[in-house]
């Protein structure tokens, strides 16, 4: 991610239209609008009758935000694996070198 200029990129979300400024790749940017359009119309379309727009952004909120938890949990679950190998490993080769 490009973070040395700022960029504005004209984006649409939702069928509306937002000028975003960012620090971030114009690229980066549209791809996060992309998401966040993406997941707002999986909402509208999983709703059994017409919804608010704020209804459906808050939804759509949460499930990008459950996403990112889910995400947070399996690396922590991957960090502590990896931390218990390499203090195993660090114990076997203590214990070989010692011998």
Same mark, same amino acid.
């Given at each position: 991610?490009?973070?040395?200029?700022?960029?504005?990129?004209?984006?649409?979300?939702? &069928?509306?239209?937002?000028? +975003? *400024?960012? *620090?971030?790749? $114009?690229?980066? #940017? $549209?791809?996060?609008?992309?998401?966040?359009?993406?997941?707002?119309r /999986? @909402?509208? /379309? &999983?709703?059994? !009758?017409?919804?608010?727009?704020?209804?459906?952004? +808050?939804?759509? &909120?949460?499930? #990008? !935000?459950?996403?990112l938890? $889910? #995400?947070?949990?399996? *690396?922590?679950?991957? /960090?502590?694996?990896?931390?218990?190998? @390499?203090?195993?490993?660090?114990?076997? +080769?203590d214990?070989?070198? $010692? !011998?």
């Open positions: 991610m490009d973070t040395h200029d700022n960029n504005t990129v004209q984006v649409m979300i939702h &069928g509306k239209s937002y000028t +975003i *400024k960012g *620090k971030a790749d $114009s690229s980066y #940017i $549209s791809g996060v609008a992309n998401y966040v359009d993406m997941k707002m /999986e @909402v509208e /379309e &999983g709703a059994n !009758t017409a919804q608010e727009e704020g209804k459906v952004a +808050i939804l759509a &909120g949460m499930n #990008i !935000t459950d996403e938890f $889910s #995400i947070r949990q399996d *690396k922590e679950r991957i /960090e502590n694996r990896f931390e218990e190998r @390499v203090q195993a490993l660090t114990e076997l +080769i214990e070989t070198l $010692s !011998t």
